[in-house]
């Protein structure tokens, strides 16, 4: 990772933990801490999941996730050009992971939320991606997906 790279990563981590503000990504991604959460009660992680239109429970961050299914499911929000998602890091709070579980009654992570509502896991985004749901969902929030530009592209070509 290069230095001003990862001086940024590192910003927005510190940022992360605390309290809002517009994050160096302006109105994209938001890594939140522990400190964000409050810990795992359902009543908070409603309040979470309602809060943006697209929110995921990852392990890691976005910049640096944890695990390789965490790292997909951000490839694909890239893939889609979705930036302005929170994005909450189960490693950070043990509350967090577990309480995010039991809300949505889904043993694993990472977890995607669209609009509060629960979507899935990884396999399930995946899902959505390769069958064009995903494009789909993500225009009924108003969010336009990068792929139909990237189709459109092609097609002009």
């Not at 967090?96 to 992570?109: A, C, E, H, V």
Request: charged residues 20%; proline residues 4%; aromatic residues 6%.
């Amino acid at each position: 990772m290069s230095g001003s790279l990862g001086r940024a990563a590192a910003a927005l981590l510190r940022w992360g933990r605390g309290t809002g503000g517009g994050g160096l990504w302006g109105p994209g991604v938001r890594a939140a801490g522990s400190g964000a959460s409050g810990g795992g009660s359902a009543e908070q992680l409603d309040a979470l999941v309602k809060k943006d239109k697209v929110v995921v429970f990852l392990k890691g961050t976005p910049e640096q996730p944890q695990c390789g299914f965490s790292n997909a499911v951000v490839q694909i929000l890239r893939l889609h050009g979705v930036r302005d998602y929170a994005a909450y890091n189960v490693l950070d709070d043990p509350e967090l992971r577990q309480g995010i579980k039991d809300y949505s009654n889904w043993p694993t992570i990472p977890q995607v939320y669209l609009n509060g509502e629960f979507v899935g896991g990884c396999d399930i985004l995946l899902q959505m991606h390769q069958n064009g749901d995903l494009v789909e969902e993500l225009k009924k929030l108003g969010i336009h997906s990068a792929l139909l530009d990237e189709k459109k592209d092609q097609d002009s070509k």
